[in-house]
């Protein structure tokens, strides 16, 4: 879409990110551990734009992210612990090309052995290019900021 200097635009972003991974502890005591994983980082971006005289156009690609994860884990009481990871990987397939890079810090509660509650905070760094006929034209997200989560495990 061309659209000349003086005209009015809106413009719409939206980014999804659902975070799925698996880990192996290769060190392990009873208040620490260490350990390496992989997941993927299942991202979704969509963007539009839109003129009063010019029209509109929108679209949206959805991307695996692969990467392999490092994390420590520390046991500040019974309850409570310390949780810090890093992600890192790049993936290219087909007309898609997309890199991530995240890190983290959690507080967690954990009142089960196999629920738990937290504080954490995040630094997500990802980029996806895409040279389809839907969408020509690349993207990088950083997001930064405080979460709230609940996690289960097995």
Aim: no cysteine.
């Amino acid at each position: 879409m061309n659209v000349p200097v003086s005209a009015t635009a809106h413009s719409r972003f939206n980014v999804e990110d659902f975070r799925v991974g698996i880990g192996y502890s290769f060190f392990k005591t009873q208040d620490k551990e260490v350990g390496i994983g992989l997941g993927a980082h299942v991202a979704r971006l969509q963007a539009g734009l839109t003129t009063a005289n010019f029209g509109s156009e929108e679209t949206s690609e959805s991307a695996p992210l692969p990467f392999l994860t490092t994390y420590v884990r520390l046991a500040l009481t019974d309850r409570w612990l310390l949780n810090i990871r890093v992600d890192r990987l790049s993936l290219s397939s087909g007309d898609i090309d997309g890199s991530v890079f995240s890190s983290g810090l959690d507080v967690i509660y954990q009142p089960w052995r196999h629920f738990s509650v937290g504080l954490g905070y995040r630094d997500i760094d990802w980029q996806i290019s895409s040279k389809s006929n839907r969408w020509n034209g690349r993207a990088q997200v950083q997001e930064s900021g405080p979460m709230v989560f609940i996690a289960t495990s097995f």
